[in-house]
């Protein structure tokens, strides 16, 4: 078994080769992550949404800041991402909420498809 990682842009593919003994895989795994990084993209979920953008609500902050801070008492998580067609856009996607999650951290989990597949989940903290 021989294991490729490559990283671009923040999109990250792994590559996997079982039971090749020619050479070929070489050029074969080159053209898998030429594919892959040619044809997805991905996309910050906190800076695209705004249907469930908490930030700009004002509804979740709160006016006796006792520790100072100002930033809201729920928000997306900013490091999610979804992996997307490149000719796919934030908007085309789907979104579904559920507030049954196990984390102890998420108030809820959003999770994205794009044409009925699962893109990536985005976790409301």
Known sequence: MIFWHQEKNGLKLI????KDASSAHYDDTIALFEYGFSNFTTVNVASSETKYNIDSTGLFYSDNDVFGSSKP?????????????????????????????????????ITYTWNGVTVGTASVE
Do not use: G, K, M, W
């Open 15 to 18: 590559c996997v080769v079982l």
């Open 73 to 109: 008492l729920l928000s997306l998580n900013t490091e999610d991402f979804l992996v997307l067609p490149v000719n796919a856009s934030f908007e085309e996607t789907v979104s579904s909420i559920s507030y049954d999650t196990e984390e102890e951290n998420q108030a809820a989990l």
